[in-house]
């Protein structure tokens, strides 16, 4: 089946570690997103890839990176400069013309 | 700029109610696409509907149905006979098709909880 796979679904860091988030897709889309939600709040881009090679930085991208060496995958590296990782970390991938996004299962992601 | 807003924050019903959830949009582009994602307690975001901002058909699609209104920037959601498994948050989006980034501006979310 089609779909985009988040790992790990827990992540726990301590402060001043980088941790790496997952995302992979089989849909074939090119572009692909990552979004942060905070509780009670909606989703916040943090980057975002339209092509293999290619990303840009989204409305809060300080503190994180990402790569994108293949179209399947997208992972986030949250840095020890973010200041306030704790959060649940949603990646997504965009199909057609119409800005449709669809979304893994997500990651969240606690600093003890 | 660039806006949604989704004044419920939390709507509370018994089952086989009516509900609708509100979404009003801010935008100056005259083509943009809305959007609504159910968020059950799992964490995912399911994708429902898209509308395109010059086709203002409203839709149905079982138990649920959206009313689009330019004139007063809304995307409504109603859910009709109301479930248990309705039970989740909704967003609804915005997306500019001006914005090269094709990002998706999202509400703060509507809490639906439907009791038995």
């Known amino acids: 089946d089609g779909g985009i796979t988040q790992s790990p679904k827990y992540l726990f860091r301590k402060e001043g570690q980088n941790v790496t988030l997952s995302c992979e897709q089989n849909l074939n889309h090119d572009a692909m997103y990552w979004y942060r939600q905070d509780p009670g709040q909606g989703l916040r881009l943090i980057y975002y890839s339209q092509i293999v090679n290619d990303f840009q930085k989204g409305d809060i991208a300080e503190g994180y990176s990402v790569s994108r060496e293949k179209k399947e995958s997208f992972p986030l590296t949250v840095t020890s400069a973010q200041k306030n990782p704790t959060a649940f970390y949603l990646c997504a991938s965009k199909r057609g013309i119409y800005n449709e996004q669809f979304f893994g299962p997500g990651t969240r992601l606690t600093v003890l | 700029a660039q806006k949604v807003t989704q004044a419920q924050t939390e709507i509370s019903v018994v089952e086989k109610e009516d509900v609708t959830l509100d979404c009003v949009y801010e935008t100056r582009d005259t083509t943009y696409y809305l959007f609504w994602y159910k968020q059950p307690p799992s964490g995912e975001l399911v994708f429902l509907i898209r509308?395109?901002?010059?086709?203002?058909q409203n839709e149905i699609s079982g138990r649920y149905s959206w009313n689009f209104q330019k004139s007063t920037s809304s995307f409504n959601f109603t859910i009709t006979a109301s479930q248990v498994v309705d039970s989740a948050v909704y967003f609804c989006?915005?997306?500019?098709?001006?914005?090269?980034?094709?990002?998706?501006?999202f509400g703060s979310g509507t809490r639906l909880l439907v009791r038995p």
């Open positions: 509308r395109n901002s010059f086709d203002e």
């Open positions: 989006a915005l997306s500019e098709a001006e914005d090269s980034s094709y990002k998706l501006i």
